[in-house]
């Protein structure tokens, strides 16, 4: 994994211009790839976010992330909500889908929204889950999106000053980014406590 990264490191300039030179191309193969990591989960999502941001610069990366994500989400769904019989058979005893299941009854999209934010937890297979759910297809699109945002952004600009190699703006960038995820660890357990409680108590 070190080796890969380091291949990858000392040959940005060339991989970067490559996809500058044909926009079109590395565009559409990495918004391909980001879709099949969320069906089919053949890489970390937070390895191709990172690698937007790497590859592409922080903001146009963070569209192309964003673009391949909506779209791999969007298929996710349908293949779940089309093969609903199925899946559902698979999964209807997993934690994960209970856990979700549970949450969306007392909360609704609110709760669907959180879930997507909350760092760790299984998007890609938060996306099959909801197509056992009766949300529509608005709602899902809605809640995904604005759920995946922000750890998404992260990802990218962390990729692109990578890329730059500037030790003060990763020192800054990594000190930033790892003072955020303290904050969240503060008030984690407050989330999941109300995600918990029932609302007609």
Not at 131 to 154: N, Y
């Amino acid at each position: 994994m070190f080796e890969n990264f380091l291949n990858l490191w000392n040959h940005r300039e060339e991989i970067r211009f490559f996809v500058e030179k044909h926009p079109v191309l590395g565009a559409f193969l990495f918004v391909v790839l980001q879709a099949l990591q969320v069906v089919l989960a053949p890489l970390p999502g937070e390895l191709t976010g990172f690698l937007a941001g790497f590859l592409f610069g922080g903001i146009y990366g963070f569209v192309l992330s964003m673009l391949g994500l909506m779209l791999g989400s969007l298929v996710s769904f349908y293949i779940a909500r089309f093969l609903r019989k199925k899946f559902f058979k698979k999964y209807k005893n997993s934690p994960t889908y209970l856990k979700v299941k549970k949450v969306f009854q007392k909360h609704g999209l609110t709760g669907m929204f959180l879930l997507y934010l909350f760092p760790g937890f299984p998007k890609d297979f938060l996306n099959y889950l909801l197509g056992f759910m009766p949300v529509s297809i608005k709602g899902f699109m809605v809640v995904c999106f604005l759920g995946r945002i922000p750890g998404t952004f992260a990802l990218s600009l962390q990729g692109d000053v990578v890329f730059g190699g500037h030790p003060q703006k990763i020192t800054i960038v990594t000190l930033v980014f790892a003072i955020v995820f303290l904050i969240f660890l503060l008030i984690k357990k407050r989330i999941e406590n109300w995600l918990e409680k029932d609302p007609t108590i």
